[in-house]
């Protein structure tokens, strides 16, 4: 995750950790980071949400805007497109919207009840949540020690008309079972890692 950002200019990260932290932070001690690359671990708790995680680390961010992201989630995105278009909305957040490959093959049924072809993992009709968000300060009073970033906070920010959504068309894939991590461990093993694409 780090990479994706450190590639594209990204100077100062602030992982907020809980549940192994002390393995992430043995971690990004240990790598040898390109210079100028500062990272530093924030201890956030084991069973803090995300948005209460976020304001554990307030004093971190200062009164800048910032970005934040999921450990999950890799992407081809331009980060400097994703900040544009944050700045041109006006908007407190930005939340990157992609769609997904579904992972089950469809079945094409006409109005007969006939199935009449298939389409292997398609791509979702549907925008989720990918995970890369741009907060202006102001995000960070909207959140609590136990928020939950994705419930009260963005539907806040969503009926206010404070949420924009970057709408990403390249690739995303998402760490979230044993499968996905092979797959995209294959990707980086073989040197096709389409998140360290930009630069």
């Given at each position: 995750?780090?990479?994706?950002?450190?590639?594209?200019?990204f100077?100062?990260?602030?992982?907020?950790?809980?549940?192994?932290?002390?393995?992430?932070?043995?971690?990004?001690?240990?790598?040898?980071?390109?210079?100028?690359?500062?990272?530093?671990?924030?201890?956030?708790?084991?069973?803090?949400?995300?948005?209460?995680r976020?304001?554990?680390?307030?004093?971190?961010?200062?009164?800048?805007?910032?970005?934040?992201?999921?450990?999950?989630?890799?992407?081809?995105?331009?980060?400097?497109?994703?900040?544009?278009?944050?700045?041109?909305?006006?908007?407190?957040?930005?939340?990157?919207?992609?769609?997904?490959n579904?992972?089950?093959?469809?079945?094409?049924?006409?109005?007969?009840?006939?199935?009449?072809?298939?389409?292997?993992?398609?791509?979702?009709?549907?925008?989720?949540?990918?995970?890369?968000?741009?907060?202006?300060?102001?995000?960070?009073?909207?959140?609590?020690?136990?928020?939950?970033?994705?419930?009260?906070?963005?539907?806040?920010?969503?009926?206010?008309?404070?949420?924009?959504?970057?709408?990403?068309?390249?690739?995303?894939?998402?760490?979230?079972?044993?499968?996905?991590?092979?797959?995209?461990?294959?990707?980086?093993?073989?040197?096709?890692?389409?998140?360290?694409?930009?630069?």
């Amino acid at each position: 995750m780090i990479s994706i950002y450190a590639r594209q200019g990204f100077t100062r990260f602030f992982p907020l950790t809980g549940y192994l932290g002390e393995m992430v932070a043995d971690f990004t001690t240990g790598e040898d980071w390109p210079d100028g690359i500062e990272v530093e671990c924030v201890e956030t708790g084991s069973d803090t949400p995300t948005g209460g995680r976020l304001k554990l680390a307030a004093s971190t961010m200062g009164d800048d805007r910032f970005c934040a992201t999921y450990a999950d989630g890799v992407a081809d995105i331009d980060l400097d497109a994703l900040l544009d278009f944050h700045s041109e909305s006006g908007r407190e957040a930005t939340m990157t919207a992609v769609r997904p490959n579904i992972q089950w093959g469809v079945a094409r049924i006409d109005d007969s009840d006939a199935v009449t072809g298939f389409t292997e993992k398609p791509r979702s009709d549907h925008w989720v949540n990918g995970g890369f968000f741009v907060f202006e300060p102001a995000v960070l009073g909207r959140l609590e020690p136990d928020s939950v970033l994705e419930r009260e906070p963005l539907e806040s920010l969503a009926r206010d008309g404070q949420l924009g959504a970057y709408r990403h068309h390249g690739f995303w894939d998402c760490m979230d079972t044993y499968k996905d991590l092979v797959t995209l461990n294959d990707l980086w093993e073989k040197g096709e890692a389409p998140w360290l694409s930009q630069s």
